[in-house]
């Protein structure tokens, strides 16, 4: 099925896989590939920056390298679900260029995107590593990690999270709607685990995913481990432990 220029199929998946496309919003967000560029250092200077900040208000983290993990961790969500449910119910995703890809950072969650043209691209692992991996989570990585000081690896934990996590949901939704194509996720995710960036971040057994680093999420008020964590519980007696 040939990518529709609205990407409607994805609407039944929930908001994680919805990519807005039609029609300019009132006020455009800014393209991605300007929040990669951009170096200032004011507060407010960027998209990123400012995601990070208002996460850290949403959640009340004390540390920005907690909330940027939280942040980024949510936007790697985003891409890998829109690229995989996309990939498996067109056989083809939308070229996810940053040049492309406007992102609202003042809204809350899931994080809005908005593509201003749909170009159809392969849904290999390949073509889909470029576009996610090379093409976003590169940058943003790099952005957070010298910014705030997040831990690389623990960064690439999150995108195979977010990963794991996007094929997932799409297996769950398979089985409710009765098509293959949770299957054909988990395949590809399976595929896409073996990148460089991607195959050192933790384990993918069937659906069920173990990472090698911890999120940081714990540090949050109220928070504690999540499922995939390398940990079993929060480590309050080396709050360091978690760092990469």
Not at 6 to 18: K, M
Not at 123 to 142: I, M, Y
Not at 211 to 219: D, H, V
């Amino acid at each position: 099925m040939d990518l529709d220029p609205d990407l409607a199929a994805l609407r039944a998946l929930g908001g994680f896989f919805v990519l807005r496309t039609a029609g300019a919003p009132a006020v455009r967000p800014p393209a991605l590939a300007q929040a990669y560029a951009h170096h200032g250092e004011e507060v407010y200077a960027d998209s990123i920056t400012f995601r990070v900040h208002a996460v850290a208000d949403r959640i009340h983290a004390s540390e920005l390298r907690v909330s940027a993990s939280v942040a980024q961790q949510a936007f790697a969500a985003r891409l890998w679900s829109i690229a995989l449910g996309c990939a498996v119910l067109y056989g083809s995703v939308p070229d996810l260029d940053p040049r492309l890809l406007h992102w609202d950072a003042a809204v809350s969650a899931p994080d809005d995107l908005w593509l201003a043209e749909v170009r159809p691209r392969p849904a290999d692992a390949e073509s889909v590593a470029d576009l996610v991996v090379r093409g976003h989570l590169e940058h943003f990585t790099a952005v957070l990690h010298a910014r705030y000081g997040v831990a690389e690896g623990l960064l690439w934990g999150n995108a195979g999270s977010a990963l794991a996590g996007a094929a997932r949901e799409l297996e769950r939704w398979a089985r409710g709607a009765g098509t293959d194509a949770g299957a054909r996720a988990q395949a590809l995710a399976a595929e896409l685990f073996t990148h460089p960036r991607l195959a050192a971040t933790g384990t993918l057994t069937g659906s069920a995913f173990r990472r090698r680093s911890c999120c940081l999420y714990y540090r949050v008020p109220g928070g504690g481990v999540c499922g995939d964590c390398c940990f079993t519980r929060a480590p309050w007696s080396s709050p360091g432990a978690a760092s990469g």
